[in-house]
């Protein structure tokens, strides 16, 4: 109380008092929003070995003007203007690293929202205390987390696709659920999804016993009635359920109970593999197990006569959490199908909950009655205090998640977009229409864009650039004509141009797809052929049938969807790391006193328009300039020296040294690129079938599940064993 007192004194009067606090502070948590923020005082400290400028942004508007006002020739403004932009992101990208460490220092916890497993960072699900294999923070949070744990730092990772939970939902035409705890969440499932909850009565009466809240001053109060609660139960022959928020609770409670004697079993997240063995104890007479967040273990704890004549199973409750929803489904553990049971939490105003949203008014009261150490408080009030602190958490973290939402919703738009082309590109059907569309846009931006400027040298410049044509105007007529005019013209040229070039395409390679298909007897399925436009080059997979019996048109197809594939995902997955930023970037527009959304969305679609235009010039290019960079000939003979890849490999033939088989790489590797074959030569094996399969370089093998040894065949490294 006397903390809220302080807290109440500086933030009287629109926190009048607080920049006295915030002068010796060096850095500034809000543990509400999960924030950092260094203060001048933290910038001036990290900056006494360097320059006083090193975490102070450049004013970008200021130094733009600065640098035109200095007549400077176009080259040398240039020149100051790129330097001017690279010190905004090299001081951006400092103070942001700096942010992140702040961050896993003070917010991020060991043991509670991440374990270390293997001498790895591994995130802890917060609804159900298991481990989220493979789930890393992004932003290089987790980097930061690994520095201070002082394990290896991982490589930070692509975002390939993105999507949240509720975008997610949307896409199923139907959606409907069943829980035992969804009339908490009655508002937010309206709001977001239009969808109603309904109550359906319990099969029999609930029997089970639910006890005020016991609310003590301490956490070290707390624990030692927990303590005592856990050894009267266990004597009196009930099993005992002990629920946490964190491994660390966890454990600290298992080591009280090992000095007490108490024998018991403990399920976190670095316990999970034993899981389905500790509830299938939990249910016996006397046995304490303790659990780290219960919610969606989906497994019943099984009651025999005896437990059920002793009293039922007792659930014990070591913190509120700051969603009601799983303290029921705690809760909920006990009393099943009209069993008997008992539940009790145990609160103290030393816990997050309480320290961030309800103690004053609790405070208040025990100040009143006088309350000694050790002493506790039960009452129907202040069960009731402590659900609504839980129900401003539930709020606080609703508007966060619809605040996201209406961030993702704008990536939804064009997310919409994007996969729609790819799916078109996947299934060729509607990809001629999109070419055709591509085409027309660049045509036209083209013409508009020069058109404006009446810079005819460009436009045709960019002609020959994008579509290796020449310009199907003269000077007069692009003066002359209008924008809609001039890009008819050039888009007619443009088609003509592709049609021939694509035909051209399938005469070329016809020769070779006819060679290897009649001199092979049928043994290749599909091929690879390379198509490059002089920089970057792409290997086309076609089937080999198909590509005869259409004399190479077939290939052509395949080309026009790998290349729109390849270009479409290259493109997304930049454009997925610039919203990032940008999402970032926007936050600083609430000192401006503007909406941090209306900006977001504004600067998303001039990003998505720009990613369009980029894709559309590239694909075209690229459809334009690409063609076989091998002649038949030469095609042929190397095909003929091309070693066959296979999948499987007998024994015999592994067993050869290392050596030997390096020494073929790199034979391989030293051979010209040439038209590869793909067969399959194994049979079809099930997931859940146990294989052999051997490292070529070590010769060591290993026996597992085909599923597990998929990815390690996939990498090249290790093959299957035919035993």
């Known amino acids: 109380q006397l903390l809220q007192k302080t807290e109440n004194y500086y933030m009287q009067d629109n926190n009048r008092e607080m920049p006295k606090i915030d002068e010796a502070l060096y850095f500034v ?42 007549n400077l020739s176009p080259e040398e403004a240039a020149e ?47 609804q159900t ?6 789930r890393r923070y992004s932003d290089g949070l987790h980097q930061a987390i690994e520095a201070k744990e002082n394990v290896k730092i991982e490589a ?25 705890t969804a009339s908490t969440e009655a508002g937010e499932f309206w709001e977001i999804y239009k969808l109603d909850v309904v109550e359906i009565p319990t099969n029999r009466p609930i029997a089970r016993k639910d006890k005020d809240d016991l609310i003590y001053r301490t956490v070290r109060e707390k624990f030692n009635a927990v303590i005592e609660d856990v050894v009267q139960l266990s004597n009196a022959g009930r099993p005992v359920l002990i629920g946490t928020t964190s491994v660390e609770i966890s454990e600290l409670l298992s080591r009280m109970l090992k000095l007490r004697g108490i024998q018991h079993n403990v399920l976190n997240a670095k316990m999970h593999k034993s899981e389905a063995e500790i509830v299938a104890e939990a249910g016996k007479p006397g046995v304490v197990t303790i659990a780290t967040n219960m919610a969606g273990r989906g497994t019943d704890i099984k009651l025999s006569d005896e437990v059920k ?39 103290s105003l030393e816990d997050n909950l309480m320290r961030l949203f309800g103690s004053e008014r609790v405070a208040k009261v025990m100040d009143r009655i006088g309350l000694k150490e050790g002493e506790v408080i039960q009452h129907s009030m202040m069960t009731k205090s402590i659900e609504r602190a839980q129900k401003k958490v539930e709020e606080n973290n609703f508007g966060v998640r619809k605040r996201l939402l209406e961030y993702d919703d704008v990536m939804n738009a064009q997310r919409e977009v994007v996969y729609k082309r790819r799916r078109h590109a996947l299934h060729g059907e509607r990809l001629k229409v999109d070419i055709a569309n591509m085409m027309y846009d660049t045509c036209e931006l083209v013409v508009e864009q020069n058109k404006l400027a009446e810079d005819f040298k460009n436009f045709e410049f960019e002609l020959i650039r994008y579509f290796s044509i020449s310009a199907p105007v003269t000077p007069a007529e692009f003066s002359k004509l209008s924008v809609r005019e001039i890009t008819g013209k050039v888009y007619k040229a443009v088609l003509a141009h592709y049609e021939e070039k694509i035909a051209r395409d399938a005469r070329e390679a016809y020769p070779i797809i006819k060679n290897v298909y009649e ?13 490059t436009d002089g920089i970057k080059s792409l290997n086309v997979v076609t089937d080999l049938e198909k590509a005869y019996t259409t004399e190479g048109r077939s290939l052509v197809a395949d080309f026009e969807k ?48 720009k990613m369009i235009d980029d894709v559309n010039k590239e694909v075209i290019s690229f459809l334009f300039k690409g063609y076989l ?62 294989v052999t399969i051997k490292h070529v370089m070590s010769g060591k093998s290993e026996t597992m599940k085909y599923k597990k040894a998929e990815s390690m065949l996939a990498s090249g490294e290790w093959v299957l064993v035919n035993e």
């Open 519 to 531: 001199n092979n007897n049928g043994q290749y399925q599909r091929i690879i052929v390379p198509f």
């Open 309 to 347: 004549k002793a009293g039922g199973l007792a659930i014990i409750g070591t913190e509120r959490h700051d969603s009601r929803r799983v303290d029921r489904q705690l809760r909920g553990r006990a009393g099943r199908q009209g069993d008997v049971g008992s539940s009790q939490f145990y609160v």
């Open 80 to 126: 100051k203007k790129e330097e001017l932009f690279r010190d905004f992101s090299v001081k951006s990208e400092r103070i942001h690293t700096l942010t992140q460490l702040l961050k896993a220092y003070t917010l991020f916890e060991k043991d509670t929202e991440y374990v270390i497993m293997d001498n790895k960072v591994m995130i802890v699900d917060e």
């Open 629 to 690: 960079p091998h002649r038949n000939e030469n095609i042929q003979e190397a095909r003929q020296e091309t070693r066959q890849e296979k999948y499987t490999e007998t024994k015999e033939d592994l067993d050869a040294p290392a050596s030997e088989a390096k020494k073929a790489g790199e034979m391989a590797s030293q051979r010209p690129p040439v038209t590869e074959t793909i067969t399959r030569e194994m049979p079809k094996i099930n997931r859940n079938d146990t």
């Open 29 to 70: 948590i809000e543990e509400k929003n999960n924030q950092v923020e260094l203060t001048d005082n933290g910038i001036q400290f990290l900056s006494t070995d360097t320059d006083s400028q090193f975490f102070v942004l450049p004013d970008i508007g200021t130094g733009i003007a600065q640098i035109e006002r200095e």
């Open 129 to 134: 205390g298991r481990i989220m294999d493979g």
């Open 562 to 609: 790998n290349i729109t594939l390849a270009i479409v995902d290259e493109a997304w997955k930049k454009h997925l790391r610039k919203m990032d930023e940008l999402k970032q970037s926007v936050q600083l527009a609430v000192h401006e006193q503007k909406d941090p959304l209306l900006i977001y969305k504004f600067e998303a679609f001039n990003l998505f328009k």
């Open 156 to 180: 930070a990772t692509q975002t390939f696709a993105t999507i949240t939970l509720q975008n997610y939902f949307r896409m199923y035409n139907k959606l409907g659920g069943m829980t035992g």
